[in-house]
Antibody, heavy 122, light 107 residues
Framework: QVTLRESGPVLVKPTETLTLTCTVS??????????VSWLRQPPGKALEWLAH???????SYRASLKSRLTISKDTSKSQVVLIMTNMDPEDTATYYC??????????????WGQGTLVTVSS | DIQMTQSPSSLSASVGHRVTITCRAS??????LNWYQQKPGKAPKLLIY???SLQSGVPSRFSGSGSGTDFTLTISSLQPEDFATYCC?????????FGPGTKVDIK
């Protein structure tokens, strides 16, 4: 079955760099219709899409955060990594990775990891 | 960015009742609209994709409709496990954006 699992630090200090890893199973990162997205949800707030990566190495980033984000993959390890630089307390949120399926002009997030709460505090 | 709004922000309903939630996009998005259910402390779950297609494994009491800027999620007969927050998401253009959510609780 399809699973995704996020891993990374639960606490980072302001100005530090956050590295999150999404380890996937049950599908291939080489499938042209499938990708992995990173999203986040601050406590009590709406979901926010951050970036996605598809098998053809198509990458897309949230424009307002683009200078701080890097998404990459290691197909041999079935992992997708998100790096976010210069962390700020406003980046405190639950971070999710989600399988992204493309079809007929629509992208949807059909499988999700359990999420990891990242707190930014000194 | 395309802004997504939802109404109502919350509602109370009884088991067995029909529930309708509306989502509106700030510009036309065709049918590039998905609906998710989220329970406290859990990841969202995809219910409806491409405005009206039922995700595999989701009960048929859930349905979606609409195109352009106005969309609707309907639960035909509310069940105890349906009490949750529902949000819409557009995938017409990046950044993909979500609505603020509609919380459905027990009346």
């Amino acid at each position: 079955q399809v699973t995704l699992r996020e891993s990374g630090p639960v606490l980072v200090k302001p100005t530090e760099t956050l590295t999150l890893t999404c380890t996937v199973s049950g599908f291939s990162l080489t499938n042209p219709r499938l990708g992995v997205s990173w999203l986040r949800q601050p406590p009590g707030k709406a979901l926010e899409w951050l970036a996605h990566l598809f098998s053809n190495d198509e990458k897309s980033y949230r424009a307002s955060l683009k200078s701080r984000l890097t998404i990459s993959k290691d197909t041999s390890k079935s992992q997708v990594v998100l790096i976010m630089t210069n962390m700020d307390p406003e980046d405190t949120a639950t971070y999710y990775c989600a399988r992204t399926t493309y079809g007929s002009g629509n992208y949807d997030f059909d499988y999700w990891g359990q999420g990891t709460l990242v707190t930014v505090s000194s | 960015d395309i802004q997504m709004t939802q109404s109502p922000s919350s509602l109370s309903a009884s088991v067995g009742h029909r529930v309708t939630i509306t989502c509106r996009a700030s510009q036309s998005i065709g049918r590039s609209l998905n609906w998710y259910q989220q329970k406290p402390g859990k990841a969202p779950k995809l219910l409806i994709y491409a405005a009206s297609s039922l995700q595999s494994g989701v009960p048929s009491r859930f349905s979606g409709s609409g195109s352009g800027t106005d969309f609707t999620l309907t639960i035909s007969s509310l069940q105890p496990e349906d009490f949750a927050t529902y949000c819409c998401q557009q995938s017409y253009s990046v950044p993909f954006t979500f609505g603020p959510g509609t919380k459905v609780d027990i009346k």
